[in-house]
């Protein structure tokens, strides 16, 4: 099997649309030789996906996706390679989901007083055991034909600062890199550039990030293109982090991101992989 790697992807566990069992089988569709599946602030589907992946030529690699606040703004952290045992990281996700319940209440309520209501139930049997996110208050408003598309659900209601919008306290960036250092993983700025930071703000952010012992970058995600591969590589040389790549794919019913469908990563960018 030729080298393949995507580390960045979610299951139903979260907002994905696949369960992890789809999910592994469509990256073997795909030749993928190495999946991480880092789901939204839980470990939940890593269960299910690790005996799915025992009987499959593809290398499952455990992961989640950290809701962070640095700042006053979110931003996510992806860790690879965490232990899905380890006790500290599983009480940090039960926090972090009881901060999404309380939050989905919140925009559930904006929701019914711009005249929608009826979202806090809809998400929370979409969600079913996995965590609730906007995503699903997305679908919700697109179903009930509220929004022409997903996206512009996040443009009218549910995006930062938006009409339903509720501004929530995640964990700590620090925090959040050390869960997952101390479960034996390596934690990984995901998609640099979608923060849309300017460049000094960017540049706190990472020295904070390496500061708590950060370890890589995402200079390649699903729906990059060359000159953010460029930017996110500069960073990566800058402040001396290895280079993840990962497709951040959610459902295949997005046509731009598909599994595995990367770019390579620079040749002088130290690979995350040099790690595992
Ligand atoms: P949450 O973590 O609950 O705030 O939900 C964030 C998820 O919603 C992200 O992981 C994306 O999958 C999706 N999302 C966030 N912002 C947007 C946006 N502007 N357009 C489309 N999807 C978005
Ligand atoms: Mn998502
Ligand atoms: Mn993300
Ligand atoms: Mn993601």
């Known amino acids: 099997m030729t080298f393949k790697i995507d580390l960045h992807s979610h299951s139903y566990f979260s907002d994905g649309a696949?369960?992890?069992?789809?999910?592994?089988?469509?990256?073997?569709?795909?030749?993928?030789?190495?999946l991480a599946l880092t789901d939204h602030d839980t470990v939940?589907?890593?269960?299910?996906?690790?005996?799915?992946?025992?009987?499959?030529?593809?290398?499952?690699?455990?992961?989640?996706?950290?809701?962070?606040?640095?700042?006053?703004?979110?931003?996510?952290?992806?860790g690879l390679n965490i232990d899905p045992n380890d006790s500290t990281l599983q009480r940090g996700t039960l926090l972090l989901g009881q901060t999404r319940f309380e939050r989905a209440e919140k925009i559930a309520y904006k929701l019914s007083k711009r005249g929608i209501p009826g979202a806090m139930d809809y998400v929370l049997k979409k969600a079913g055991q996995g965590m609730i996110t906007r995503s699903h208050f997305a679908q919700y408003l697109l179903e009930e034909n509220h929004v022409s598309s997903f996206q512009n659900a996040f443009d009218k209601y549910l995006g930062d600062g938006k009409s339903a919008f509720v501004s929530t306290s995640w964990v700590e960036l620090e925090t959040a890199v050390n869960w997952i250092?101390?479960?034996?993983?390596?934690?990984?700025?995901?998609?640099?550039?979608?923060?849309?930071?300017?460049?000094?703000?960017?540049k706190r952010l990472l020295t904070a990030f390496k500061l708590a012992?950060?370890?890589?970058?995402?200079?390649?995600?699903?729906?990059?293109?060359?000159?953010?591969?460029?930017?996110?590589?500069?960073?990566?040389?800058?402040?001396?982090?290895y280079g993840s790549v990962g497709s951040d794919f959610h459902s295949d019913k997005n046509k731009w991101v598909e599994l595995g469908r990367l770019a390579p990563l620079p040749h002088d960018i130290k690979p995350i992989w040099d790690l595992f």
Request: aromatic share 6%; charged share 15%; net charge negative.
């Open 213 to 241: 012992g950060g370890a890589g970058i995402e200079v390649v995600t699903g729906n990059n293109n060359p000159d953010d591969i460029r930017k996110a590589s500069q960073f990566a040389r800058t402040f001396d982090l």
């Open 44 to 78: 939940a589907g890593l269960v299910e996906a690790n005996t799915y992946s025992q009987a499959s030529p593809l290398t499952l690699i455990n992961g989640i996706e950290l809701s962070t606040t640095w700042n006053n703004q979110c931003f996510h952290i992806v």
């Open 18 to 34: 696949l369960s992890p069992e789809q999910l592994i089988i469509r990256a073997e569709t795909q030749q993928v030789s190495h």
């Open 181 to 202: 250092t101390d479960a034996g993983g390596q934690a990984i700025i995901a998609h640099p550039l979608r923060y849309k930071l300017t460049t000094s703000k960017l």
